[in-house]
């Protein structure tokens, strides 16, 4: 008889990945990064665990899209006040926030849910290519077959 293995919390062991986004898609970005931040990379994969690794994207600021998406793509967020609909296309976001186009994009493809809010908090986006996060030993992301 086949039992069904389903990880534990306290079995989870969480790596650190670097992903550069040089001259990347977002998207392809994001969905990589979701991923990697959910656990569905690993063969002991729960739905309900945060099974998920901490994801360090450098070089934010270096992200890319495809077609009109740099004057078409905008963004909405709500300020809470009658009339309060605030937008702004992907080019202006880009020069003032660099790095948070990516964390909408990453955030959109997580659970939206308490075990989605967790998994994102493993996320850590820097605009350049330095990070503080060198004594937790991240290794580089390579796997040309997710991401090109």
């Known amino acids: ?49 945060d099974m998920g690794d901490f994801v360090v994207i450098i070089n934010a600021e270096k992200v890319k899209v495809t077609g009109k998406k740099e004057t078409d793509k905008v963004y909405y967020h709500h300020t809470g006040y009658p009339s309060g609909l605030k937008s ?22 997580l659970p939206h849910n308490s075990l989605g809010a967790k998994q994102f908090k493993k996320l850590k986006v820097y605009a350049g290519p330095e990070h503080p996060h060198v004594a937790q030993d991240p290794v580089e992301w390579k796997n040309p077959e997710v991401i090109k």
Do not use: C
């Open 1 to 49: 008889m086949n039992k069904t293995y389903s990880a534990k919390p306290h079995e989870v062991e969480q790596k650190w990945y670097v992903i550069d986004a040089t001259d990347r898609e977002l998207g392809r970005v994001a969905s990589l990064t979701a991923n990697i931040l959910r656990g569905k990379h690993k063969p002991e994969f729960t739905p309900h665990v």
């Open 88 to 109: 702004i296309n992907f080019r202006d976001m880009m020069e003032k926030h660099p790095t948070r186009a990516m964390e909408k994009a990453v955030k959109g493809m």
